[in-house]
Structures are given as C-alpha cells and as structure tokens.
C-alpha cells in the first residue's frame, strides 16, 4: 500500500491530481482508516476556510481599480 502525504491528500480534495493518482487515493481511502481520519481533517479545515473568506471592502475594490487606472494612464504616457 502507498504512503500519502497531506499533501498528496491536499491535491486530492481539490481533483488536481492526475485522474491514475485519484483513483489510488480513492481506493486507499475505502479501506484505511488512518487515510480516512487524515483526509476527514482536510475536509473540515477546507470547509473552514471557505466558510471564513469575506468578499473585500467596496473601497479596497476602488483603490485597486483607481490605481490600475493610473499605472495605466502613465503606461500610455510613456
């Protein structure tokens, strides 16, 4: 049986492993517990984090576009 990494766990749970590599891990994870809990902590730190991202401030939105706008406008100067 392979050894995963959290990371290898990591890349699994965003599908951003090779379609070979996610059905081994898919396997793995039918059968072993340990893989299981390790990815279960995975899971919940994933939906954590999502569940704490916040859009930005509509002011930050504006102080990013108006400096774009100006990085810009001194582009075309140049």
Request: aromatic share 8%; charged share 30%.
């Amino acid at each position: 049986m392979a050894n995963f990494t959290p990371e290898d766990l990591l890349l699994y749970h965003y599908h951003e492993l090779p379609p070979a590599d996610m059905e081994r891990i898919a396997a793995a994870l039918e059968n072993n517990w340990p893989l299981q809990e390790k990815y279960r902590v995975i899971v919940e730190a994933a939906r954590r984090l999502d569940k704490s991202m916040l859009p930005p401030r509509p002011e930050t939105i504006r102080q990013v576009l108006d400096y774009a706008d100006a990085a810009a406008r001194k582009a075309a100067l140049s």
